[in-house]
């Protein structure tokens, strides 16, 4: 019997209607849009708009879309993972209740929570419980409703965030495909450079934390950026080295949209032609846990079976990682 590999066999996507452009940006805060797309690559992001919808309405619209496409039955699905930074509330995880809401009926399900880097992580945990032979399909999403905890007073973040999700479903592969091999990596120094101050354990709400402003992220860009070029690029140039792999033979970069002067580093760090790069942070803006999945639903047609692609992530914590993945099917 061939070795079990996790292979990824269907994606699916969901980002909201509503368009927050730089143009609009300018209207409300000190910016323009000329000082954002240049700095960050960003022309526009998608918000959620409408009460009591949270985290979990993008993630069951992106499974639904997943399952549609797919024709897979949810009861089949044993296992949902969602990667967020925005679950809709505290204890009780977003996860268990999309499953429930998709009819993944005999799926067990759990967070994964590392900000911008949660779906690489998530792809770690998914590829194991599918090489463990112990489960058949496992679902696993990225989603993060980041206008819920942006300040839109504070031009340094107001401008990098949106809204979205993105699903992938993994199953087991006997011809060598799917998930090759990871590196991941994590660093508590990064604790105080991207954090929101209040609600957790350490500084519970309080009229005070509300009046204060303290339960928005508050992000150090020049220091998170100075990590998040030097991290990515590593991991990533780490992992071709690893499994012998060339700017030829290597496909795709499926990278973290956070700044389009990052994902340019990488790349050149991994000495990639341009036309290997995939980019769309143009349309979403930073999605955190949801630009990887976004990225395979809005390239899955350029995807062939075997193309080698390698994924990248750097996020708050801080936390990053490059994961080597075999494409394993052709878009019907």
């Avoid at 993008?58 to 679950?87: F, H, Q, R, W």
């Avoid at 803006?285 to 390239?299: C, I, K, Q, R, V």
Wanted: net charge negative; aromatic share 10%; charged share 20%.
């Amino acid at each position: 019997m061939n070795k079990i590999t996790a292979a990824i066999t269907a994606v699916g996507a969901y980002v909201p209607d509503y368009i927050l452009s730089n143009k609009i940006l300018e209207t409300m805060v000190d910016t323009n849009d000329e000082w954002i797309t240049t700095r960050t690559g960003i022309k526009e992001r998608r918000i959620l708009k409408g009460e009591k919808l949270g985290t979990s309405f993008l993630c069951i619209k992106a499974a639904e879309d997943l399952l549609k496409k797919s024709g897979v039955n949810p009861a089949d699905i044993d296992l949902v993972l969602v990667a967020t930074t925005t679950p809709d509330m505290p204890v009780a995880a977003t996860s268990v209740f999309v499953a429930t809401q998709i009819g993944a009926v005999n799926a067990f399900a759990y967070d994964i929570q590392a900000a911008c880097s949660g779906f690489l992580y998530g792809m770690s945990s998914a590829s194991a419980y599918i090489e463990s032979g112990r489960y058949k399909k496992v679902l696993l999403i990225g989603a993060d409703k980041m206008s819920s905890i942006i300040d839109y007073t504070d031009r340094a973040t107001c401008i990098i965030f949106g809204d979205g999700a993105g699903a992938v479903l993994f199953e087991p592969n006997h011809e060598g495909l799917g998930f090759q091999d990871e590196f991941l990596k994590s660093d508590g120094i990064g604790r105080e450079y991207l954090k929101i101050d209040a609600g957790g354990s350490i500084l519970p709400a309080s009229k005070e934390t509300v009046e204060n402003r303290q339960h928005y992220v508050f992000q150090d860009g020049k220091t998170v950026f100075k990590y998040a070029v030097t991290g990515m690029a590593d991991v990533s140039a780490k992992i071709m080295e690893r499994n012998n792999l060339t700017k030829d033979s290597v496909n795709w970069l499926v990278a973290h949209q956070a700044n389009r002067r990052i994902i340019d580093a990488t790349a050149s760090r991994m000495e990639l032609d341009e036309s290997k790069v995939l980019v769309n942070i143009e349309k979403y803006g930073n999605t955190t846990s949801a630009t990887l999945p976004l990225l395979l639903n809005d390239f899955e047609h350029v995807f062939k079976k075997g193309d080698n692609i390698i994924f990248a992530a750097f996020g708050g914590g801080f936390t990053w990682g490059s994961i080597y993945l075999k494409w394993a099917y052709n878009k019907q």
